[in-house]
């Protein structure tokens, strides 16, 4: 098949391979479906991407890309790369500009029929008390300067010292919300700036706190590990490290577009700027974006807290009778250090997951001892309209993807395509109809998000878990959103 010029080569019935040219280090390799290639990657320069990202010294095995696939900054989001430590580079543009964009969910004792009729009420305090929106500040006191040298240097573990939390929700979060190699010294001043007053908050665009109902199980051994019942109130929070993420991020592409430059590194697309990971440009960034992944787990923490007095003071319950539970936290724009198989030998390599979910297999000591007789939960978030799934790691994810998986529904339309198709829509009722109430700061998020705007997910999990890359546990639906 041809696409866009590009040729694939089918592996299996999901899996297509971009041959290996003079000029790429390693082939392509996208999973998706025959139907889902031909609809929404004839004009997608994705593809290309997949391609332009096999260019990167040091990577390793093949440029992968997951079924949620769309363009992205450098590299496609749902993309994968993995460099080899020692000799390999490390690229901003396979990060993104969001570090640490991640998913939480969390379970409660609650059921469906008695949040329902009172989910009107659930919504207006959500929305009233988490910050949403462009520049969204408050959530908290604003920290001093030496507070969040501590909370970037220490990870989630800061939340919990100052009451924002449990003990309990570290264990059930990815790296246990904390990657060691921050430092405080390489972050600007201007991204302290941005940093001061937005943890707990959750931001704009694509980002939501979703209440959600449990409405089918498909592995019921793995979701009574994971404490999950039909019927049952669930709440995902989708956020990241804010503006303090994103000026990290721009200030070191200024910085890594020279390094290109220092040490001869020629690609096909600047945006893909990087640096060897053994140079002191790439250490720094290294550093920097671990600085705003322990940043994003805060945040994700404190809201995830404030979520939890929400429900509390809206349904007038006890902690005890609320029975709130960090199910899991992931990540799913990093590039993090990690010993994987290839060629029969272990090797450390920098995993570069861009809209890509890690989901490591039953049995890895990376994840919480609960959770090894059934692999690391894995959160796949659809769209406001219809439905999410969970889904759970596998051995072959370690095999072929570097222990990675699809992140979400991804793109059917771009934020100016959604405002057109929205013009004379009332999509709050339309929402309604469905059975989902909404507060947002403004109609506009709602257009750009509208249900329309994204791939179903069905389709993206269906090929990642018929792959055997990851399997379903569970499908949730939203009944309240907030949105910025």
Not at 104 to 116: C, P
Not at 233 to 257: A, E, M, N, P
Not at 366 to 392: C, F, N
Not at 394 to 413: I, Q, V, W
Request: charged share 25%.
């Amino acid at each position: 098949m041809i696409i866009n010029g590009i040729e694939l080569k089918r592996i299996t019935k999901n899996l297509w391979e971009i041959p290996q040219d003079e000029n790429m280090k390693v082939p392509g390799r996208i999973y998706i479906s025959e139907r889902m290639l031909e609809r929404d990657m004839k004009n997608e320069d994705a593809l290309k991407q997949v391609q332009n990202v096999a260019h990167l010294p040091g990577i390793q095995k093949f440029s992968l890309a997951m079924p949620d696939i769309h363009w992205g900054y450098g590299f496609p989001i749902g993309g994968v790369a993995a460099t080899d430590f020692h000799d390999g580079v490390i690229s901003p543009g396979g990060v993104g500009y969001d570090i640490n964009c991640g998913v939480r969910l969390a379970t409660t004792s609650l059921h469906i029929d008695f949040v329902q009729p009172r989910i009107d009420s659930l919504i207006k305090n959500l929305f009233n008390r988490v910050p949403t929106g462009v520049g969204a500040s408050g959530a908290i006191k604003k920290l001093a300067k030496t507070d969040l040298k501590r909370l970037m240097t220490q990870g989630v573990a800061w939340s919990i010292e100052n009451g924002l939390g449990r003990s309990e929700d570290i264990e059930h979060t990815e790296e246990q919300g904390f990657l060691k190699h921050a430092d405080s010294d390489v972050v600007s001043e201007r991204a302290f700036e941005r940093g001061f007053d937005q943890v707990g908050t959750l931001g704009s665009g694509n980002h939501f706190l979703e209440v959600d109902v449990v409405e089918e199980i498909y592995d019921a051994n793995a979701a009574d590990v994971m404490g999950m019942f039909p019927g049952q109130i669930v709440v995902q929070i989708h956020t990241g490290s804010r503006g303090f993420g994103y000026q990290v991020c721009d200030d070191y592409l200024k910085i890594l577009l020279k390094a290109n430059k220092d040490f001869g590194i020629k690609l096909p697309d600047k945006q893909l700027a990087c640096a060897p990971l053994n140079s002191s440009e790439g250490k720094n960034y290294l550093s920097a974006m671990q600085a705003a992944a322990n940043f994003a787990w805060n945040n994700r923490q404190v809201i995830m807290f404030i979520a939890k007095k929400c429900f509390q003071d809206t349904f007038k319950m006890s902690e005890s009778e609320l029975d709130w539970n960090l199910v899991y936290d992931v990540c799913h724009n990093i590039a993090k250090v990690e010993d994987h198989i290839i060629n029969g030998e272990k090797k450390k390599v920098c995993v570069h997951r861009k809209g890509a979910t890690r989901a490591f297999a039953p049995g890895s000591e990376m994840i919480p001892v609960k959770y090894r007789s059934i692999g690391q939960p894995v959160l796949i978030p659809g769209d406001m309209g219809r439905y999410s799934y969970v889904a759970v790691g596998t051995e072959k994810a370690m095999m072929e993807t570097f222990g990675s998986s699809c992140h979400g529904a991804g793109r059917n339309l771009s934020r100016k395509k959604a405002m057109m198709n929205a013009k004379g829509k009332n999509l709050v009722e339309e929402l309604k109809q469905r059975g989902v109430t909404i507060q947002a700061k403004g109609w506009s998020t709602i257009a750009e998000e509208m249900s329309d705007a994204y791939k179903d997910v069905s389709d993206v999990v269906d090929v990642i878990h018929n792959e055997g890359i990851t399997k379903k546990v569970a499908r949730i639906k939203p009944i309240g959103v907030i949105k910025g």
